[in-house]
């Protein structure tokens, strides 16, 4: 157990929809990243978000956006919702926001777009 | 875009053996990370080398870095059946105004047979 914890654990929608998955990071952890894990794209990072600001930005799409809440929570959004955003999402949190640290990654939320 | 590229795609061995997974990169790093994933799941860190380190040890695990040829080595030694798992590794990207961000590999399936 990594101390991420994602939730929901699956997640079935149709197109056009909106859906909005939940992490909560390791206590201590000041950094959360979102990931996107499919099996034509692989594991892609999407955002970073430190201490509730953004840090760094990688290929999200316009239709998703994300935010760190004051009590270090995060929350992806997903929206107009298609069937090639079928994937694994994953949570990571760190307790720094660079690359040297250590990335604990949540058990992933499965989304599946019909 | 993928940094790592791990070679082999998978691998198969008998319990007690060697295995040896190996990951080439295009761009000058800052630090190489690997992380192994058990079907379905979250990834689990396992091993972070520096640059300018050449050499790292972490239990059975046994990790090479040269620069020069912009790769990197895993090697899991007397492998248990529990080392069954997707080997990833992950290399840090500079992004815009000094942000960075991990580009992952497509990995290695290694399956242990018993």
């Known amino acids: 157990d990594s101390g991420v914890t994602q939730t929901p654990k699956h997640l079935i929608t149709a197109t056009g929809q909106r859906v909005t998955l939940r992490c909560s990071p390791r206590?201590?952890?000041?950094?959360v990243y979102w990931y996107q894990q499919s099996l034509d794209q692989g594991l892609q990072f999407l955002i970073q978000?430190?201490?509730?600001?953004?840090?760094a930005k990688g290929n999200i799409l316009e239709r998703f956006s994300a935010q760190q809440f004051p009590d270090l929570h995060s929350e992806l959004n997903l929206s107009s919702l298609e069937l090639g955003d079928s994937a694994l999402y994953f949570c990571?949190?760190?307790?720094?926001?660079?690359?040297?640290?250590?990335?604990?990654f949540g058990p992933g939320t499965r989304l599946t777009v019909l | 875009s993928q940094q790592g590229e791990e070679d082999p795609q998978a691998l198969s061995i008998q319990e007690g053996e060697n295995a040896t997974m190996n990951c080439s990169y295009k761009t000058s790093i800052n630090n190489l990370q690997w992380y192994r994933q058990n079907s379905g799941r979250g990834l689990v860190h396992l091993i972070l080398i520096r640059s300018n380190e050449r050499e790292k040890h972490s239990g059975r695990l046994r990790v090479t870095l040269d620069t020069s040829k912009k790769s990197s080595s895993l090697l899991i030694t007397a492998s248990r059946a529990a080392d069954t798992a997707s080997y990833f590794c992950?290399?840090?990207?500079?992004?815009?105004?000094?942000?960075?961000?991990?580009?992952f590999g497509q990995g290695t399936r290694l399956t242990i047979n018993p």
């Open positions: 992950a290399t840090d990207r500079r992004l815009l105004q000094g942000a960075q961000k991990l580009v």
């Open positions: 978000y430190y201490n509730g600001e953004e840090r």
């Open positions: 206590s201590g952890d000041l950094s």
């Open positions: 990571a949190s760190s307790v720094g926001g660079t690359t040297y640290n250590e990335q604990f």
